[in-house]
């Protein structure tokens, strides 16, 4: 990593699903599967993927429009009884582990920007071991979610950091316009959700396309 008094950021975020987790393809099925078992249209692969990230409400209302608002709680039983048969199956990407504690050794302040719950982001912290890696985390049910700018405003604020020394890194167009509503730099990840050509149309300030990229990207420019 680039020496203290060199670097350009002091806090660096990361969304949790499809940038550091390799949920991106568990998450879209468990959305489809559970649109099936209520009989509902389903969605395709490609627009299942986009609500990745998404706060709850706002997903629901992309992936099934038609839906009655008073079926969106038989709807988020299902998914969850679809996702979380399997969430033990869900890897961290390879590196990403070691990538956290370099970075962490490194001395930058580390954060978490997720659509995930608190409890659903709790339990996959513990299961990696990562319980306590991260000076600060915050959850859709928390707060406004991506892209309002809510998330990094509150680690920001809670680590007394800058918005022009802090990087938001993501695998979505979601974390894009959370990092650019925050006056944020972003660097996107094209191995999640969101296909390389719809992040390449928010222009962040890098892009990389595998794990081993971003730890490159990281030491030479973080």
């Known amino acids: 990593m680039r020496d203290e008094l060199e670097r350009r ?3 660096i975020v990361f969304d949790w699903d499809g940038t550091l987790a390799d ?3 568990i998450i879209a099925r468990s959305i489809r599967e559970a649109l099936r078992d ?3 249209p389903v969605p395709d692969e490609a627009a299942a993927r986009y609500v990745i990230g998404l ?3 706002d997903a629901l209302r992309t992936v099934a429009p038609a839906l009655p608002d008073t079926r969106h709680g038989e709807l988020v039983a299902h998914y969850r009884r679809r996702y979380l048969s399997t969430e033990q199956d869900i890897p961290m990407f390879e590196g990403a ?3 956290l504690a370099e970075l962490d050794r490194a001395g930058y302040f580390l954060g978490v920007a997720t659509g995930k719950s608190r409890m659903g982001l709790d339990r996959v912290l513990t299961k990696n071991g990562l319980a306590t890696r991260f000076h600060a985390t915050r959850c859709a049910d928390e ?3 991506k892209p309002h700018p809510d ?3 509150h680690v ?3 680590l007394g950091v800058e918005p022009d020394a802090t990087l938001m890194i993501g695998d979505t167009t979601h974390d894009l316009l959370l990092a650019k509503n925050a006056g944020v730099a972003a660097v996107a990840v094209t191995y999640g959700a969101h296909a390389r050509e719809q992040l390449a149309s928010l222009a962040p300030t890098g892009t990389v396309h595998s794990m081993a990229e971003l730890a490159h990207w990281l030491r030479e420019n973080g």
């Open 9 to 11: 950021y002091k806090l």
């Open 55 to 57: 706060g709850l409400a």
């Open 156 to 158: 920001m604020d809670r």
């Open 38 to 40: 209520m009989g509902e």
């Open 23 to 25: 949920s991106t393809a």
């Open 143 to 145: 707060g406004l979610p």
């Open 151 to 153: 998330m990094l405003l």
């Open 97 to 99: 582990v070691e990538l």
